[in-house]
């Protein structure tokens, strides 16, 4: 069974940086990506950020294009998101996700994914 824990969120500045940490245990080898969800208050779970686990393709929410990056260490099973120039419409729980087994094209829903850790909360504020 695929456990995740979230960690990093906190309290930030507009225009500051912060790093989110996921630390998977129980991966399947068949895991291909995994990814970065965020949801708002009465909102969705909105995609953020995707990253394969071999070739470590990277895919980006509108967004948060050019300010985020996703990372992986596979040594560590740890996934990473470094959010620079935060906002405060960036203010949500964040949530990181194993994508599902068999799933041919880039998954950007949260459909796409069936193991999810319980959130972090990053609160921007002006």
């Known amino acids: 069974q695929v456990q995740l824990e979230e960690s990093g969120g906190g309290l930030v500045q507009t225009g500051g940086s912060l790093r989110l940490s996921c630390v998977a245990s129980?991966?399947?080898?068949?895991?291909?990506?995994m990814g970065w969800f965020r949801q708002r208050p009465g909102k969705e779970r909105e995609f953020v950020a995707r990253i394969t686990r071999i070739a470590t393709y990277t895919h980006y929410g509108e967004s948060v294009k050019g300010r985020f990056i996703i990372s992986i260490d596979n040594a560590k099973n740890t996934l990473y998101l470094q959010m620079n120039d935060l906002r405060p419409n960036d203010t949500a729980v964040y949530f990181c996700?194993?994508?599902?087994?068999?799933?041919?094209?880039?998954?950007?829903?949260?459909?796409?994914?069936?193991?999810w850790g319980q959130g972090t909360q990053v609160t921007v504020y002006s």
């Open positions: 996700a194993v994508q599902r087994p068999g799933i041919g094209a880039v998954a950007t829903t949260a459909e796409m994914y069936d193991s």
């Open positions: 129980g991966l399947a080898f068949s895991t291909t990506a």
